[in-house]
């Protein structure tokens, strides 16, 4: 490659998860103090820490080539970029998360349309624009710094459009969703000029390709275990796989060892069966990448 990707790591709430997943799909970025710019144990990359609200306009504008931010984000610069793949932290969150439309219990607003002429707080202010001007709605969309939902509590709005996942914190502040404008999640984006170069893209199609392989992994285990003859196909019919299971004798004997992939959330009542059926031996392990 005749130059370093520029790639985009985000600050904030996603830049942990960000770098323990590259970790596990073989990328060690070290974050050094307050700097912007961490080490990678890639000569051909080179990183930089910028705000996930950003990322989109410094990869489009071509600071950066490629970068990891929010769906909600790049609908919010309206940004031009290449979507390379999308992205879902298995072990952050159990929920996609949502922007949604807030109002309180008591509150005479049970539909958009009611809020014609209101004030709406937010940090998503120009996707919020355009969704009601869509809807040929008037509202006065209003940006919040923060504490969205107590700008309603205390009456400097009237609703909120607010990210959520669980929905904890706005029932905790007395708000009831009255509708959902968007599902978000991480997705890897390129610049456009840049996806031209083949080098720079078949980079950023291996990181991709690698970060969804250590996803993926989160959400399967391997499983191990030795099978007397008798008892091969029995076990075989139990066993749900990516393919099929891998099966080799064992060394002077009537017994095989079978191994396969199988869901995480599945092994533990798998495992007894597999016991009650003739397996012995049984190992579960971790995977690191599935792709």
Known sequence: MNDKLKLGIPKGSLQKATIALFKRSGWKINVNGRSYF?????????????????????????????????????????????????????????????????????????????????????????FTKRYFKEKKINVDV???????????????????????ETESTIKAHGLKIIQELMETNTQIIANK????????????????????????????VGIKMNVPEEK?????????????????TLYKSTWFSVETVVDSDTVRDLIPELLKNGAEGIIEYPLNKVV
């Open 232 to 248: 091969l196909e029995d076990i075989v019919s139990l066993l749900p796989s990516l393919n099929a299971p891998t099966i080799a």
């Open 142 to 164: 209003e940006f919040s710094w923060g504490a969205t939902e107590a700008k309603v509590v205390s009456g400097l709005a009237d609703a909120v459009v607010e990210v959520t």
């Open 38 to 126: 961490p080490e990678i144990n890639d000569d051909n990359i080179d990183c930089a820490i910028c705000r996930a609200q950003e990322m989109s306009r410094y990869v489009e504008d071509g600071t950066l080539d490629a970068g990891l931010t929010g769906k909600d984000w790049i609908a919010e610069n309206n940004s031009d970029v290449i979507v390379v793949t999308d992205l879902v932290y298995s072990k952050v969150s159990t929920r996609p998360a949502r922007w949604v439309l807030a109002v309180p219990y008591n509150s005479k607003i049970k539909k958009i349309e009611n809020l014609e002429g209101k004030k709406i707080a937010t940090e998503l202010v120009n």
């Open 193 to 220: 000029n840049v996806w031209k170069d083949n080098d720079k893209k078949e980079k950023i199609e291996q990181i991709a390709l690698l970060l969804k392989g250590a996803l993926l992994a989160e959400t399967l």
